[in-house]
Structures are given as structure tokens and as C-alpha cells.
């Protein structure tokens, strides 16, 4: 029992030592993620990309751009929530190129001045499906 209580008092002193820093440190992206241009694989601060099943990963990825669009995702795009996620961008937080997929257990938060999440595609389909997740929009318009 004294050398678990002991052991557990090292660990503690030790993880008191470090700096803050070498823990999650947060990035913010500052320029606008176009997934609908790239043709190959793609991973950065917070998100991964899969250009053969188009699937988006964010995990706490915060995202903050002037630029008029946030992201861009080809039409047939799933886009998978982890953490806590933000995208802020002057007019559009996400813009997709058909049809768009939200999965996942984490959160979006979108914080835009014209239209948050925009899919354009065909009118006789289903064209934004959320099958989990929480996704926020936040507009000032």
C-alpha cells in the first residue's frame, strides 16, 4: 500500500513539473481547408481527410478564417465530429459541392455571417443528413 501511495505521489510531482504545453495544445487553422480542390489524402491540425471515401475527421479542430469560406468538401463528403470543433469564416462555415454527412460524438460550433452549413445538389435528394453529433450555427445575419 506505501508504495502504491508513494509511486502515485512521484507521478503526481512529476506531471506537476511539465509545462501546460506538452499537453493538447490547441492551433487555430487561419486559412480556409478546400477539400473539394485536393486529389489526394490530407491532415493538419485537428482533421484528417480521406480522399477515397471522403470522409472529413475533426477532432477539437479550430478552425478561424476571414476568408468567405470556412471549409469546402466534395458532394458525397462525411464529415466525423470529435471534441469540441469551431469554424468561423466571414460568410460560409461550410460549403459542400452535393451531398453532406454529419456523424460522430463530438460538436461543431459554426460561427458565420451569411449561411452555415450550404450543400448544393440536386432537389429530388437528400442533401444534409445528421446522423449524430450536435452541430450549432451562430449567425449575425
Do not use: Q
Not at 502515485?8 to 480556409?32: C, Q, R
Not at 489524402?41 to 480522399?51: L, S
Not at 468561423?88 to 463530438?106: E, N, P, Q, V
Amino acid at each position: 500500500m506505501k508504495k502504491t501511495i508513494a509511486t502515485l505521489l512521484a507521478l503526481m510531482m512529476i506531471l506537476a513539473v511539465l509545462p501546460t504545453g506538452i499537453f493538447a495544445a490547441s492551433t487555430t487553422v487561419t486559412s480556409k481547408l478546400d477539400m473539394a480542390e485536393l486529389n489526394s489524402h490530407g491532415k493538419g491540425n485537428g482533421y484528417t481527410w480521406d480522399n477515397n471515401d471522403l470522409i472529413f475527421e475533426m477532432t477539437d479542430l479550430d478552425l478561424s478564417t476571414t476568408d468567405d469560406f470556412g471549409l469546402l468538401l466534395p458532394g458525397g463528403s462525411t464529415v466525423v465530429l470529435n471534441g469540441d470543433n469551431t469554424i468561423t469564416a466571414s460568410r460560409y462555415g461550410i460549403h459542400c459541392y452535393g451531398s453532406l454527412t454529419f456523424m460522430g460524438d463530438g460538436t461543431l460550433t459554426i460561427n458565420v455571417n451569411d449561411i452555415g452549413i450550404r450543400s448544393v445538389g440536386s432537389l429530388d435528394r437528400e442533401n444534409l443528413i445528421f446522423r449524430s453529433g450536435t452541430v450549432v450555427i451562430n449567425g449575425t445575419n
